[in-house]
T-cell receptor, first 121, second 113 residues
């Protein structure tokens, strides 16, 4: 159980184009999803937190107009990198948390997707 | 504020030997601690977590971790390392009142055949 998928796993695009990455919780409903960015040999950098049906909360320094996040259902969140540039090339990882009733959200496990490697030429 | 430290960038261990990956933390409230493993070009896989109760937590793939409140540590251990355990390991911390999980910088485990 607790499987999270991401699509696509790899994407190469030209500078100036937009790229959409999907994150799905396959066997549970995720009230909260997170988007991270990981640079080579570095830890995860949280970009934003999204709750189903509401606007995402972006971390300081993350451009909300550039990284559009939509969490339209309890099993799907999307990250759109708009007008991508080479510096946006990175490994993007999503995670999902179920938000179980009666459970402290800070105690809940986040389950991660396999990641999406984005290369902008 | 809360923080997590993984003092070793890399740990090398011979196959069959016990392994330890270190993690220390700092938090003002109750800590909720997690270990994840990441294989190359993959997302993070959950190994185990400590919320409350027994200080020794057992997880996936034979891993366990010991919560030590006095030393503010949560070291990951395995009695006998496998070559397939070679990966990047992340310690993570959450606590009541803090909105997001804090990840350590990761420790690369290399198990030598």
């Amino acid at each position: 159980g607790a499987v999270v998928s991401q699509h696509p796993s790899w994407v190469i695009c030209k500078s100036g184009t937009s790229v959409k990455i999907e994150c799905r919780s396959l066997d549970f409903q995720a009230t909260t999803m997170f988007w991270y960015r990981q640079f080579p040999k570095q830890s995860l950098m949280l970009m934003a937190t999204s709750n189903e049906g509401s606007k995402a909360t972006y971390e300081q320094g993350v451009e909300k107009d550039k990284f559009l996040i939509n969490h339209a259902s309890l099993t799907l969140s999307t990250l759109t990198v708009t007008s991508a540039h080479p510096e946006d090339s990175s490994f993007y990882i999503c995670s999902a948390r179920a938000g179980l009733a009666g459970v402290n959200p800070y105690q809940e496990t986040q389950y991660f997707g396999p990641g999406t490697r984005l290369l902008v030429l | 504020a809360q923080s997590v430290a993984q003092p070793e960038d890399q740990v090398n261990v011979a196959e069959g030997n016990p392994l330890t990956v270190k993690c220390t933390y700092s938090v003002s409230g109750n800590p909720y601690l997690f270990w994840y493993v990441q294989y190359p070009n993959r997302g993070l896989q959950f190994l185990l977590k400590y919320i409350t109760g027994d200080n020794l937590v057992k997880g996936s793939y034979g891993f366990e971790a010991e919560f030590n409140k006095s030393q503010t540590s949560f070291h990951l251990k395995k009695p006998s390392a496998l070559v397939s355990d070679s990966a990047l390991y992340f310690c993570a911390l959450n606590s009541g009142g803090y909105q997001k999980v804090t990840f350590g910088t990761g420790t690369k485990l290399q198990v030598i055949p």
